[in-house]
């Protein structure tokens, strides 16, 4: 089972910027940060494999850009030109490659993201 800490979460207002950081035990192959709020089921927004491009919800394409740093074991989430949707706790995840796709199995407890008019 791996670790993850989430940090980095906050209150802005909508156009403004966040960045979200997981310290993780240890990597795996496939990282990747989820979001939720109350009453719709968790959703992905953003995946990043070791070796390979990460890939991004729709909604969030060109505002959102995660990296990893594999020699500190840490996932960040530069959040930009930031909504109302998304508004949402984010969770961090780890999870390795399998069937062609990142499947997700450890989870942090979350960081809550509020973004206000």
């Known amino acids: 089972q791996v670790r993850l800490v989430e940090s980095g979460g906050g209150s802005v207002q909508a156009g403004g910027s966040l960045r979200l950081f997981c310290a993780a035990s240890k990597f795996t192959y496939c990282m990747g940060w989820f979001r939720q709020t109350p009453g719709k089921e968790r959703e992905g927004v953003a995946t990043i494999p070791r070796s390979g491009r990460a890939s991004y919800l729709d909604s969030v394409k060109g505002r959102f850009t995660v990296s990893r740093d594999n020699a500190k074991n840490v996932l960040t989430m530069q959040m930009n030109s930031l909504k109302l949707e998304d508004t949402a706790m984010y969770y961090c995840?780890?999870?390795?490659?399998?069937?062609?796709?990142?499947?997700?199995?450890?989870w942090g407890q979350g960081t809550q993201v509020t973004v206000s008019s």
């Open positions: 995840a780890a999870g390795s490659w399998y069937g062609g796709s990142c499947s997700f199995d450890s």
